[in-house]
């Protein structure tokens, strides 16, 4: 079956933990991204990655990083986590930046 | 900048009423558009992309337009049921590497 997985689906942390949230896609997509989704802000992106090795920032890129060494995957790190992270967040994947994307389930983050 | 507007924010139909959604963008030189389905907490169910070229798109019960010189795309979903109360996303492809989002319509099928 065709898919994005995100791992893990929902996760509590403390201020200053470092985190990775994994994401995973089977469609040999080129394209990979980072969305944020915040109540009255909506979606917003992160991070994305046209191809292997290949990253770039989007609109709200401060405190997080990102890879890309493998075609499939596309961790999210957080290296110092804030509140101000606690966010539904979504991995995208398409064949193209312009293509139809397709979305993982979500990761509800909360950081104390 | 690329700016995507939903309204209303909010929407409650009786069941079996035809729902018609709306989408507004500000910039004519879209790549596509696609319209997303989310329920609460949970990921982006895509229901149909509309390439510029393109005019409408239909799947099953839905039906979406695409008018680029006006900025507005409108999804219409016929015969509603309760199961398609859900939040409602648009979304503009405007480059190649980002979508840009509306903030949905919330909607609400009555039993």
């Known amino acids: 079956e065709a898919q994005v997985t995100q791992n893990p689906r929902y996760l509590i942390t403390v201020t200053g933990k470092k985190l990775t949230v994994t994401c995973s896609q089977n469609?040999?997509?080129?394209?990979m991204s980072w969305y944020r989704q915040d109540p009255g802000l909506g979606l917003r992106q992160i991070y994305y990655?046209?191809?292997?090795?290949?990253?770039d920032k989007g609109d709200v890129p401060e405190g997080y990083k990102v890879s890309r060494k493998e075609k499939r995957n596309f961790p999210l790190i957080l290296e110092s986590p804030s509140p101000n992270q606690t966010s539904l967040y979504f991995c995208?994947?398409?064949?193209?930046?312009?293509?139809?994307?397709?979305f993982g389930p979500g990761t509800r983050l909360t950081v104390t | 900048k690329q700016e995507v507007t939903q309204i209303p924010a909010a929407l409650s139909v009786p069941e079996g009423e035809n729902l018609v959604l709306n989408c507004s963008f500000t910039?004519?030189?879209?790549?596509?558009l696609q319209w997303f389905r989310q329920d609460p907490g949970k990921g982006l169910t895509s229901l149909l992309l509309?390439?510029?070229?393109?005019r409408e798109q239909t799947s099953g019960r839905l039906n979406a337009s695409l008018d680029k010189s006006s900025g507005r795309s409108t999804l219409y979903i016929a015969a509603s049921q309760p199961g398609d109360s859900a939040t409602y996303l648009c979304?503009?492809?405007?480059?190649?590497?980002?979508?840009?989002f509306g903030a949905g319509t919330t909607v609400t099928v009555r039993a």
């Open positions: 995208a994947s398409s064949y193209a930046g312009a293509y139809e994307q397709y």
């Open positions: 469609m040999n997509h080129e394209y």
């Open positions: 990655s046209m191809n292997v090795e290949v990253t």
């Open positions: 910039d004519s030189a879209i790549y596509n």
């Open positions: 509309i390439q510029s070229s393109q």
């Open positions: 979304a503009g492809a405007f480059n190649d590497y980002k979508l840009s």
